[in-house]
C-alpha cells in the first residue's frame, strides 16, 4: 500500500522556513525541496561548510534575524523532509495528477503532492545598456551571493549602479569586507528620496539604516552619484570602467571611473513560473511593474492546492517573507479542516510593510525612460544574441502589441534562461514602442524547464509513487 501524499514546500528561504514550522507546529511532515546547498534563501544564504566568519561579518544588522531563522530550520530537520540541491523545473496543470519534476544529484524524478506551497523568491531584475554583458559585469544579487557563500568579492575595485536600498546596502558590506569601492551610483534622481522622510514616520530603523549606509560610504571617500544613466562599459575583454551620465542642475555631465567589476540591477523581480505551469491566474501589479499569481490575504491562488508566499508572491523583502509563509501554511491547515490560531495580527504586520514598501518605491523609482537612452545595437536578449533594434524591427514589421508574438517573430525569451533575464527588459521596450504601459503587453507564457537543465537528464526517472 503506498503512502498518503504529502504537502510539498518549494524553497527554504524565510517564506519556507517559517510555512515549515507551522505545519510541522500542526503534526504534518512536508517535504522542503530547496534549490541551494542550505537553507537560509538569497537573503541569509550560507556557506556549504563554515569558514570562521560571524553571524555579524556575514549579514550585518541582520545578523540575529539569519541566526535565528537558521536554528530554527536546524530544529525542524528531524521532522521535515529535507531536499536541498533540488530544482523543482515543472509542475503538472490542474487537469493532471499533482505532480512536479524534479532535478536533485543529476537524476530526474518525479514526486507528487497533496498541497503546494510556493516559496520560489526573486531575482533580479536587469536592464541592458552598452557593454552589460562584458565579463566582471554582475547583478547586485550575484555579488552579495559570492560575498556571503563564497566569502570573496567579484573584484578589488567595484563600482555598483541601479536602483533600490539593495544598491547602498551591498556596496557598504562590500566596503566592510575590505573591497575598494569605486562608486555607488543611483539611477534615481536625488529629488526622490524625499520620500524618506514620510517612510521614517513609519519604519525609522530602515531609513537609520539607509543613512547609516550611505553616510559610512561617504566617509570612505566613496563617490554617491544620484540621476545616472551608463553609457559604455570600458574594457576589451573585461571590465575596466565605465562612463556614464548624470543630470545636474546646469545639465548633463559625463563622467569615466576606472574599475574591475561592476555589479548593477534595477530592485528584484518576483519568480513566479512554476505558478504559471500550475495554472495560477495572474494580475498585474503596478507597483512591481510585473504579472503576479492572484492570492488572496492568507496566499491561497486561484488553483485550490497551491498557495504562494515570499517574494515569489510580490516583493516585500524578508520580515514580509517570513509571515506570508506562516499565512500560507494556516490557510492550508484551514483548508484541510483544522483549526488555526488567529492571522490577524499577522496580516496587519505584512500589511504594514507592503505599506512601507510602496514609499521605498517611490523613493527609487524605476527609469521608465531606459530605452530612450540606450543605443539601438546593444544586445536585449544575450541567449539569442537579439539586439534592441532588431526587437524594435520585429515590433515594427509585425505590427506587434503583445510580448509572446514578440517572442515568436524576434526569438526573444526563447534562450536557456527562458526569457527569466530578458522578459522585463523586453516588455518595457513593447510598451515604451507602443506606447502603453507595462501590463498591456501581456506577459511571457512560462515554459518548462525554468531553469536550465543538462541534456539526457532523463534517461532515468525515477518516480515515487504516493497516492
Known amino acids: 500500500m503506498s503512502e498518503p501524499l504529502q504537502p510539498v514546500i518549494v524553497g527554504a528561504g524565510p517564506a519556507g522556513i517559517r510555512a515549515a514550522e507551522r505545519l510541522v507546529r500542526a503534526g504534518l511532515r512536508p517535504i522542503v525541496l530547496d534549490e541551494g546547498q542550505r537553507a537560509g534563501g538569497q537573503i541569509y544564504r550560507r556557506p556549504l561548510i563554515d569558514d570562521g566568519r560571524s553571524y555579524q561579518s556575514r549579514y550585518g544588522s541582520e545578523a540575529g ?66 557593454g552589460w554583458t562584458t565579463p566582471g559585469v554582475y547583478t547586485l544579487g550575484a555579488s552579495q551571493t559570492a560575498l556571503k557563500a563564497q566569502g570573496c568579492t567579484i573584484g578589488d575595485r567595484v563600482v555598483f549602479m541601479g536602483s533600490g536600498p539593495l544598491l547602498y546596502l551591498v556596496a557598504w558590506q562590500y566596503m566592510k569586507a575590505g573591497a575598494r569601492v569605486q562608486a555607488v551610483l543611483d539611477t534615481a534622481p536625488l529629488a526622490s528620496k524625499r520620500h524618506l522622510l514620510s517612510l521614517a514616520v513609519h519604519a525609522p530603523r530602515i531609513v537609520a539604516l539607509g543613512l547609516f549606509y550611505g553616510l559610512q560610504l561617504q566617509l570612505a571617500g566613496v563617490k554617491i552619484r544620484c540621476g545616472v544613466r551608463p553609457e559604455a562599459v570600458l ?10 551620465r548624470r543630470r545636474t542642475l546646469k545639465g548633463d555631465v559625463v563622467e569615466t ?141 509585425g505590427s506587434v502589441t503583445e510580448i509572446n508574438r514578440l517572442k515568436a517573430l524576434s526569438r526573444v525569451g526563447m534562450g536557456r534562461c527562458q526569457g527569466r533575464m530578458c522578459s522585463a527588459a523586453t516588455a518595457e521596450l513593447l510598451s515604451a514602442a507602443c506606447g502603453t504601459s507595462a501590463g498591456a ?19 532515468g526517472v525515477e518516480t515515487e509513487t504516493r497516492s
Open 441 to 459: 503587453v501581456g506577459r511571457l507564457r512560462a515554459q518548462a524547464p525554468v531553469k536550465p537543465i543538462p541534456l539526457g537528464f532523463g534517461a
Open 65 to 130: 534575524r539569519a541566526k535565528k531563522l537558521h536554528e530554527t530550520f536546524e530544529a525542524l530537520l528531524p521532522e521535515i523532509d529535507y531536499q536541498p540541491e533540488t530544482l523543482v523545473w515543472n509542475i503538472s496543470a490542474p487537469e493532471r495528477r499533482n505532480q512536479l519534476d524534479i532535478l536533485s544529484g543529476g537524476v530526474h524524478r518525479q514526486i507528487g503532492f497533496s498541497q503546494l506551497i510556493l516559496c520560489t523568491g526573486a531575482t533580479d531584475r536587469v536592464l541592458p545598456f552598452p
Open 257 to 397: 571611473i576606472a574599475c574591475d567589476a561592476l555589479a548593477y540591477g534595477f530592485a528584484l523581480r518576483p519568480e513566479t513560473q512554476l505558478a504559471d505551469l500550475a495554472g495560477c491566474r495572474f494580475r498585474f501589479n503596478e507597483r512591481d511593474r510585473v504579472w503576479l499569481p492572484e492570492r488572496d490575504t492568507m496566499g491561497r491562488t486561484s488553483r485550490p492546492d497551491v498557495y504562494v508566499a515570499g517574494d515569489g508572491s510580490g516583493i516585500a523583502g524578508a520580515d514580509a517573507a517570513e509571515i506570508s509563509g506562516e499565512l500560507a501554511a494556516a490557510a492550508l491547515l484551514q483548508d484541510m479542516g483544522q483549526r488555526s490560531a488567529d492571522t490577524t495580527r499577522l496580516v496587519a504586520a505584512r500589511d504594514a510593510i507592503l505599506r512601507q514598501r510602496d514609499i521605498l518605491e517611490r523613493a527609487f523609482p524605476f527609469p521608465d525612460d531606459w530605452f530612450e537612452t540606450v543605443p539601438e545595437e546593444t544586445m536585449l536578449c544575450r541567449c539569442e544574441e537579439i539586439t534592441i533594434a532588431e526587437g524594435r524591427r520585429s515590433i515594427a514589421n
Open 235 to 244: 574594457g576589451k575583454g573585461r571590465v575596466e570602467g565605465l562612463r556614464f
